[in-house]
T-cell receptor, first 112, second 118 residues
Framework: NAGVTQTPKFQVLKTGQSMTLQCAQD?????MSWYRQDPGMGLRLIHY???????DQGEVPNGYNVSRSTTEDFPLRLLSAAPSQTSVYFC???????????FGEGSRLTVL | SQKIEQNSEALNIQEGKTATLTCNYT??????LQWYRQDPGRGPVFLLL?????KEKRKERLKVTFDTTLKQSLFHITASQPADSATYLC?????????????????FGTGTRLTIIP
């Protein structure tokens, strides 16, 4: 049972480049979300989804796109990376109404 | 504005003592509050959830209290061990969010780094 799997673990981008952070879960969870974690800021919600075909914005959605075509996958796209997007990104999933979030191990992104 | 504050960035406790961490919030009406543990370089791991109508919840050496009047949660680790050293995060869900399945828009505090000294 892999849980929540994020790839890549580390990535360095140049300003203006695009990339996709992958997130997959094998627990059949309806709810999936992306957070970013920065020093002194705590975890901040970027986007979330309550099921396939349904996504919504969190606290800091600008510069990021998501889609949810399957229950298992919830990729996060950076269309034009900026240094302000340098952060550690966490994907999390849960059953609806359960409250408990399962997190991936994180993806550390550096934008030069 | 809405705010979640955890009492201190770092807390050092002697092994065997009880560690108490504080989470205060303002301008929220949380349906429930959660505590997570995060080790360096790892993702947070769920520990406990307490609902707005519950005063206290326990799990092994862990105890959480929730006072909606004081707008505060306390997280206790009894008989602390060096292996309990980690950063502990509180998180809450605002019941003012619709549709509120209970998970979305979970807001996290910045965490308290706990070190248990042998």
């Amino acid at each position: 049972n892999a849980g929540v799997t994020q790839t890549p673990k580390f990535q360095v981008l140049k300003t203006g480049q695009s990339m996709t952070l992958q997130c997959a879960q094998d627990m059949n969870h309806e709810y999936m979300s992306w957070y970013r974690q920065d020093p002194g800021m705590g975890l901040r919600l970027i986007h979330y989804s309550v099921g396939a075909g349904i996504t919504d914005q969190g606290e800091v959605p600008n510069g990021y796109n998501v889609s949810r075509s399957t229950t298992e996958d919830f990729p996060l796209r950076l269309l034009s990376a900026a240094p302000s997007q340098t952060s550690v990104y966490f994907c999390a999933s849960s059953q609806l109404r359960s409250g408990e979030l399962f997190f991936g191990e994180g993806s550390r992104l550096t934008v030069l | 504005s809405q705010k979640i504050e955890q009492n201190s960035e770092a807390l050092n406790i002697q092994e065997g003592k009880t560690a108490t961490l504080t989470c205060n919030y303002t301008n929220y009406s949380p349906a429930y509050l959660q505590w997570y543990r995060q080790d360096p370089g790892r993702g947070p791991v769920f520990l406990l959830l307490i609902r707005e109508n519950e005063k206290e919840k326990r799990k092994e050496r862990l105890k959480v209290t929730f006072d909606t009047t004081l707008k505060q949660s306390l997280f206790h680790i009894t008989a602390s061990q060096p292996a309990d050293s980690a950063t502990y995060l509180c998180a809450l869900s605002d019941d003012g969010v619709y549709p509120n399945f209970g998970n979305e828009k979970l807001t996290f505090g910045t965490g308290t780094r706990l070190t248990i000294i042998p």
